[in-house]
């Protein structure tokens, strides 16, 4: 074998595993801010003094890991089209990565406002900040993070799904059960936090897969 053809085989071997450890540290980094953020956010979020200082800044520095899982989930989302190949559709492969795409960038978007906000609130106290706002502020993060990015997170893994499903290149089990997550993320009303766990517990469970299926390097 000719050394282009093994370093093509060595790629071909590696890609999936680093696609899997940026899968891995999405959902780490991602689930974690989300946790942090549930935790930090007090029980009447629409009064400003309901906030502490130690609240403030543990959302804080959930908010600024989210930039960090969003990198490592668009390294992911490369992993998947790569591992699809040439038996990638391209309708259901431009949903997918349209999808990802609009999911980080709401996520940032989000994410950006609420830290600004927090920021405000932490050099200056509630009383610089005036009440429209804050209200203002808490209402655009709260939809564009809790509702909208849900739903592109669904369709992501709803037309990822059916690609595994047309292609087989990874189970018939984890095709249907990406159906039914997606299913839930897409027709629940609620803006709870938790439910936006689904998306990184999911991913984590592909990357693991992936992960095991890859520990032996294919024979040359």
């Known amino acids: 074998m000719t050394t282009a053809a093994i370093h093509k085989a060595a790629q071909a071997v590696t890609a999936p595993r680093a696609g899997a450890v940026a899968g891995i540290l999405f959902a780490a980094l991602f689930g974690l801010s989300v946790v942090l953020i549930r935790l930090s956010v007090p029980a009447n979020s629409a009064d400003m003094s309901a906030w502490t200082g130690s609240t403030l800044s543990r959302a804080s520095l959930a908010l600024r890991l989210i930039p960090f899982a969003g990198i490592f989930f668009l390294w992911f989302v490369g ?18 990565l349209g999808s990802g795409l609009v999911f980080v960038s709401l ?110 390097p294919k024979e040359l």
């Open 79 to 96: 992993v998947m089209r790569d591992r699809l190949g040439a038996a990638e559709d391209r309708l259901f492969a431009t949903v997918t």
């Open 107 to 216: 996520t940032l978007a989000s994410c950006a406002i609420a830290a600004g906000l927090l920021d405000s609130l932490l050099s200056g106290g509630s009383q610089t900040l005036p009440l429209g706002v804050y209200q203002f502020a808490r209402s655009v993060t709260g939809l564009a993070f809790n509702t909208f990015a849900v739903k592109m997170a669904s369709v992501f893994m709803l037309s990822l799904g059916t690609l595994w499903r047309s292609t087989r290149v990874m189970p018939p089990l984890l095709s249907y059960l990406t159906y039914l997550l997606a299913l839930v993320m897409l027709v629940a009303f609620s803006r709870s936090l938790w439910l936006l766990l689904i998306f990184p517990a999911w991913v984590l469970l592909i990357s693991v897969y992936i992960l095991i299926t890859n520990l032996r």
